[in-house]
RNA sequence: GGCCCCAUCGUCUAGUGGCCUAGGACAUCACUCUUUCAAGGUGAAGACACGGGUUCGAUUCCCGUUGGGGCCGCCA
């Protein structure tokens, strides 16, 4: 039908695409919903708005669509508050800022939404309908059954004050339901997926008023969103099927259309399905993903069990602040997911985020999250911090794991710098500080790598040099990298050996695994006393087991 | 099933008719450095879903096929 050149200009005359024409201030809006936790797709989608008013200097709005009002609203609203603030998307209008058009909720603002709906009905635009839930839903799987469309009959739509009368004395309750135009269609123009037409006659009579009274969400969000002067409704692909019946209450009102751009979504690991926080176990087959669940689980035993399930799920945001990551480097990498300046730029400031966003480099495909370029900003950014400031956010994971007294001595202090400074790119979030916290346990706690002990101090003659090394050790000057490689390079040179013949020994020894830091590093961290007592514990020990 | 959307390396992407023997990043692999593990250095492998048009010329425009996704709630 798109082929009949002359068809098409006819229709596009008939159905002038929805735009508004007039440039409004920038107003834009995230509309979560309280859920207890912060999805990484609504930190994306938050983010792109945020930006998006960011640069072009508009508003934006934080308004809470608690229209479903079963939940506990701030038990559930907190996490998402604290999503925001710790990713750095401040907001001008909202909770707690409040601003021109407060109450920023939706479930206060039912009167508002009453009084649009009384409008509705008034001209037409919605009807009274008595069907119970329970004659609407048999009727929609009795068109599935029969592969019909599932749109609503209106056999209980009371158009005539005697239809009304007649329901109502069956005792039945009313909703309030749209009333779609059965012919025509509407084509709205995307700002990232250009035209997309709707065809009215499919679309669902919805209902946007429960018998009760209370409103859903499809007329708050255009009452919201009328009332809010949003110039632009940026938010998930998932919507887009659901902007024609919005645009329907728009055009209903006569308001002005806001502009749509709908984003792609954020996909699961390795596929195109809609990221789930409830999806974890399956996510958990992806290793990188396996990788960061594995931090939040090792943070969990560490620090007890004030840790709540959404903290160790990585679909939620919240996961990344628990586990100690940078929020500009989370920031960054979700700016990427779905948005790109150019064929190299990958690393920016936020301030260079602001400078080039705009929504025509918006993908249209859906992304998939990618743990491991997520690791890849974070990495290179925490790389980036001086190593004073690597060990203040390493620190309190070791308060909490118990290693480090609070409040913490100089001595400490020092030496989680140095850990973190000999660590290097080995800790990639803070948490990952938790790997080392054998550099604090008791010289007689230390535990062995068995099999590590076996091949390098079991060794043959390894039990000799080690206690040789010893008494070097204790003669060293001072316990500086520097001195403790000449010592050994001086030692090995004396014993007629390779330095591989004993440094792997004295890494067992001291450590009691086979990997780590560099050597000296390790031992200028541990000090003399402690690296001489675990060399002369390694040693009985090697002795013990040779019977 | 209906409607809507989408389609470049495994992943994120650049690409808007000739600059493309398709560029970058992450991941992968090899080599190198090395006291281990990382990191670093060097290099390699790796994609335009398919079929038709349009055009002197298609990754790029059009149509179709296939594949994927989203939505079809008195949830948001």
């Not at 979560?32 to 200097?57: C, D, E, I, K, V």
């Not at 939040?296 to 945001?317: F, H, Q």
């Not at 998939?368 to 900003?377: E, G, T």
Request: aromatic fraction near 8%; proline fraction near 5%.
């Amino acid at each position: 039908m798109g082929s009949n050149p002359i068809l098409s200009v006819h229709r596009s005359m008939l159905n002038p695409a929805v735009s508004s024409s007039a440039s409004r201030p920038v107003r834009v809006r995230v509309a979560p919903s309280p859920t207890g936790a912060m999805h990484l797709g609504l930190a994306r989608t938050a983010l792109y708005n945020w930006l998006f008013a960011r640069h072009h200097q508009g508003t934006f709005v934080l308004r809470i669509d608690d229209t479903d009002v079963e939940r506990n609203l701030d038990e559930a609203l907190a996490p998402i508050l604290r999503g925001f603030c710790w990713l750095g998307i401040d907001w001008d209008e909202g909770p707690q800022t409040d601003g021109p058009h407060a109450p920023y909720y939706q479930s206060r603002r039912t009167a508002r939404y009453r009084e649009v709906v009384g409008q509705l009905l008034e001209s037409g635009a919605a009807y009274l309908d008595y069907a119970t839930a329970a004659e609407t839903s048999a009727e929609r799987e009795a068109a599935i059954a029969m592969k019909r469309s599932t749109r609503y009959s209106r056999r209980w739509m009371a158009d005539t004050p005697e239809k009304r009368a007649r329901f109502e004395a069956e005792g039945r309750q009313a909703v309030v339901r749209l009333k779609m135009p059965s012919q025509a269609s509407l084509a709205v123009d995307d700002l990232v997926r250009g035209k997309v037409e709707f065809d009215w006659a499919l679309e669902q009579d919805h209902v946007i008023q429960r018998a009760d009274g209370s409103c859903l969400y499809h007329l708050a969000s255009a009452v919201d969103d009328h009332d809010f002067e949003i110039s632009h409704v940026i938010r998930a692909e998932e919507h887009l099927s659901n902007t024609a019946r919005q645009v329907f209450i728009f055009q209903a009102m006569r308001w002005e259309v806001p502009q749509f751009a709908h984003l792609p979504l954020v996909a699961e690991p390795g596929s195109k399905n809609k990221l789930s926080k409830r999806k974890l176990a399956q996510y958990l087959r992806n290793k990188d993903f396996a990788d960061l669940v594995a931090r939040g689980r090792k943070l969990a035993e560490s620090s007890g069990p004030e840790i709540g399930p959404d903290a160790l799920n990585p679909v939620s945001v919240e996961f990344y602040e628990r586990v100690g990551f940078l929020p500009d480097a989370v920031v960054n990498y979700l700016a990427l997911l779905g948005w790109a300046l150019d064929d190299r730029t990958e690393e920016f400031t936020r301030e260079q985020l602001i400078e080039a966003f705009s929504l025509d480099k918006v993908n249209k495909s859906p992304s998939s999250y990618d743990p491991a370029k997520l690791m890849a900003f974070q990495t290179r950014q925490m790389l980036a911090l001086p190593v004073e400031r690597r060990a203040e956010l390493a620190m309190p994971f070791l308060v909490r794991a118990g290693v480090v007294a609070e409040p913490e001595s100089p001595e400490a202090r020092g030496r989680v710098e140095r850990i973190v400074g000999a660590a290097g790119d080995r800790i990639k979030v803070a948490a990952d500080i938790l790997d080392y916290t054998d550099f604090f346990t008791e010289d007689e706690g230390l535990a062995y790598d068995e099999k590590a002990f076996r091949k390098r101090v079991c060794k043959p003659g390894a039990v000799g040099l080690l206690r040789r090394l010893r008494e070097e050790f204790a003669g060293v000057r001072e316990f500086e990298p520097g001195l403790l490689e000449q010592a050994v390079r001086a030692f090995v040179d004396r014993e007629g050996v390779r330095i591989g013949d004993i440094i792997h020994a004295l890494r067992v020894a001291v450590t009691g695994k086979a990997v780590g830091f560099g050597m000296y590093d390790t031992l200028a961290i541990l000090g003399r006393e402690s690296t001489v007592n675990r060399i002369d514990r390694a040693v009985a020990r090697a002795e013990q087991t040779k019977d």
